[in-house]
């Protein structure tokens, strides 16, 4: 029998045990909050808020694979992709649930809900995405579908930003959380288009990176909040130079992106010492 935490040599895969264990972490602490007591009063609507940001980290884990196995040199995440996606489902899935339970139980009321609410419908189409990209996940789809799977699973990006755009749709007059996670996104998108275009990711160049999506992170939260909120969107962006307001959206992915340059740049450094160490 195919154990999850094995390779596809059957071997143990510390890599893969850990993945399995990050994946059912979260869900175990909500779940530990939720039979205490501690999400209380409230606890099913805190609990949906809470696997729906797991749904969302998840997605930009696996959204994040490609650009860490290239910056760190370690073909090995390839194995976990997989197992992350189904994981981002898993979650998104656990929060339509509890949104069932939300609502007792009421289909009705609930597919009047998802048709007439906005942020509801967005949800739902990324929920269906999802669902279509799980569905295909397997070896045997993959091998049927041939070169239309690579196609498919495509969607994942536009899947990212469905969800990231119902995150923003539900949230109140803050959205520093969803524009946190818009820029994780930026960052991870701006290192993955480098290196579909062949550029190389010297420190310089993943400096520029953060800078890029440092920038777009701040031009997201000045453009929502100067459309769909009454808040004066010049305030929100001046707030990102100060430090007293705490560590807004945008300097975090600077120094989320900068701290990407200094580590991969190390890890650049000693793969090609052992290389050179090698060769003498
Ligand atoms: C049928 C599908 C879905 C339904 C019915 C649904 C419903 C909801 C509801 C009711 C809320 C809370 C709104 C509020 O408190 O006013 C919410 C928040 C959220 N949802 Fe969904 N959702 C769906 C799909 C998804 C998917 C696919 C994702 C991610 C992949 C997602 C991620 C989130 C996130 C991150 C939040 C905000 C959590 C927070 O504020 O901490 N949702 N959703």
Redesign the pocket.
Known sequence: MKMLWNDRHGRFSPLKCATLGLAFAPAVIIAFWFFTGALQPLSV?NA???V??W??RF?LLTLALTPLQRLFNYSKIALIRRMLGVT?FSY?TA??IL?LI?VKWNLAFATSE?INRFY?TI??V??LG?SALAATSFDAALRKLGTKWKMLHRIVYGLAVL?LF??YL??KIDVS?ATLMAGLFFLAMTIRLMIARRMALSAPALCGAALIASALTALTEFTWYGLATGVNPMRVFMANFMVSHGLRPAPTILLVGLAVAVLASVRQWQVTTNRQSAFR
Request: hydrophobic letters at 55%.
């Open positions: 609507k949906l808020h809470l729906g940001d749904a969302v997605l981002a998104a929060h339509f949104y939300f998802i509801l949800g739902f990324t929920l999802l969800a119902h995150y539900q949230s959380a």
